[in-house]
């Protein structure tokens, strides 16, 4: 996928660490494990809690095991995604795995009460052992993937880090306010190709929003796209809406719509065509120079959307 730049002036375009709950501790030594009658509450001998985690923690991949947990013959445990890596071999001691569960740390796991691993994030959540997967993967604080769509980048990190990155590491446009005039140029338009221009970041009502523009193949028809993604998540995303518009020889073309949340990869929204879509001749038709080159303005704003108490509707906060 090609990838262009744009002019300066016209803008021609974690730490998996968990810690457990406490546990209370029953000093014996003829009973290392013991289970109380209140659940979530275990006694152990001289077992802490972080212990607990890395009997927990699968030697090969060293994430949590979950049911099947299983064990070679010596008492080493793997995970069942392991398993089949590992040709059914122990990693630690090499011995054949069999099909033996270990059952006894699989009710311990089921007594566990731990925080979101996402707590260092800001997540006060505390869940069962087993609950705590399903939860973490939508949970609110959860990194977000970066949102450079020019090539496969594999940050993550919250806001202020990947704004940071983008800046630092994808040299990205950044522009304060929010209103925008681009002219994206693509020299030798009727080759189908597939191109992402520069992504520009705008920096508003004190979040950030993404800019996007490129070209690609919609069917048989080769189609340039324009949308506006927010650093945030969805439900704050709803919060804001945008316009973009292009315009040439006495026409003009508007599109309107509430930004999508950076949760919801560039490649997800340009496939769900959730934004300003305009056919090859279209867009040649909107193009300040000749048709042997493409140099499309694209204008457009971000607002805020404001709930009218009196009137009980939203209006439009507009920034000068």
């Known amino acids: 996928m090609a990838t262009f730049e744009m002019d300066s002036v016209e803008c021609v375009s974690s ?23 209140k ?8 077992i802490g809690p972080t212990s607990v985690h890395e009997l927990l923690e699968c030697p090969v ?16 445990t793997i995970c069942s995604n392991c398993k089949t890596k590992v040709h059914n071999r122990c990693p630690t001691c090499r011995q054949e795995l069999g099909d033996i569960r270990c059952l006894a740390l699989e009710k311990v796991a089921e007594s ?14 505390i ?33 202020p880090c990947l704004v940071a990155h983008l800046r630092d590491d994808h ?42 523009f490129e070209a690609f193949q919609l069917g048989m028809a080769p189609v340039y796209m324009a949308f506006v993604r927010f650093m945030g998540d969805e439900v704050e995303a709803r919060n804001y ?8 020889n006495g026409r003009k073309l508007i599109w309107e719509g509430t930004p999508r949340s950076i949760r919801d990869s560039h490649r997800k929204v340009r496939d769900s065509h959730d934004g300003l879509i305009m056919q090859r001749n279209m867009a040649l038709f909107f193009s300040c ?25 939203c209006m439009p906060n507009l920034c000068s």
């Open 289 to 313: 120079g000749d048709r042997k080159e493409l140099k499309l303005r694209v204008t457009g704003r971000i607002w805020k959307e404001q709930q009218n108490s009196d009137a009980g509707v």
């Open 39 to 46: 659940p979530h509450n275990i006694l152990f001998s001289g």
């Open 241 to 248: 809406s945008y316009s973009l518009e292009v315009g040439a």
């Open 171 to 212: 040299k990205v446009d950044m522009h304060s306010g929010c209103t925008f005039n681009h002219c994206y140029v693509k020299s030798n338009p009727r080759e189908v190709e597939n191109a992402t221009w520069m992504l520009t970041v705008f920096h508003c009502f004190g979040q950030y929003f993404c800019l996007h």
């Open 127 to 159: 869940f069962p052992y087993y609950s705590k997967p399903k939860h973490e993967a939508v949970c609110n604080f959860r990194p977000y993937n970066c949102p450079y769509a020019g090539s496969e980048c594999s940050v993550t990190g919250d806001i």
């Open 15 to 37: 730490s998996d660490g968990i810690e457990d709950e406490d546990i209370q501790s029953s000093v014996s030594s003829h009973h290392p494990i013991q289970y109380s009658s």
């Open 61 to 76: 991949c060293t994430n949590s095991m979950y049911p099947p947990i299983h064990q070679c013959h010596n008492g080493h």
């Open 112 to 125: 566990l009460e731990l925080p979101c691993k996402h707590c260092s994030l800001g997540c006060p959540e």
